[in-house]
């Protein structure tokens, strides 16, 4: 738990950061994760731009953010900074996220089985308000849920059906 909470307020630190650095460079700031993967921690930073993120954007917000993360020392310990595009298949998590996303196909994996016992639905997104989603299913059904209920909530792509169970 102490992890958890450590890597969530590194990453609003980080997020506080990176903003202008990635607003100086054109670019939109998607997500700052601070994760733990096995003995390792991971500082990660998604971002965006109109048209698609180059390997040059990256390489351009990385030498932007290092020196500033160096000086700052947001993050205590070893680490490894990854900076890259959030993909096709990105992760809602923000308000911000689903603001940007509304009309467009998302793709949804519950928590716990939802009340028609499905554990996925794939629609589209219609609203996002007081942490409460609401989709529209292709049969036109409206459904809404807390977002707390689900584990994650992705933008959608017809080619990738079924993706990486191990995400």
Known sequence: MA????????????????QPLADALGLTLWDVRFVKEGADWYLRIFIDKEGGVSIDDCVDMTHAVNEPLDAQDLVQGAYTLEVSSPGINRE???????AACKGQQVWVRFIRPFADGSREVIGTLRSFENDTVTLESAEKETMSFALADAAWVKLYDNDDLGGNEDE
């Open 3 to 18: 992890a958890k909470k450590k890597g969530r307020n590194t990453a609003e630190a980080v997020r506080e950061l990176a």
């Open 92 to 98: 809602l998590t923000r308000p911000e996220h689903f």
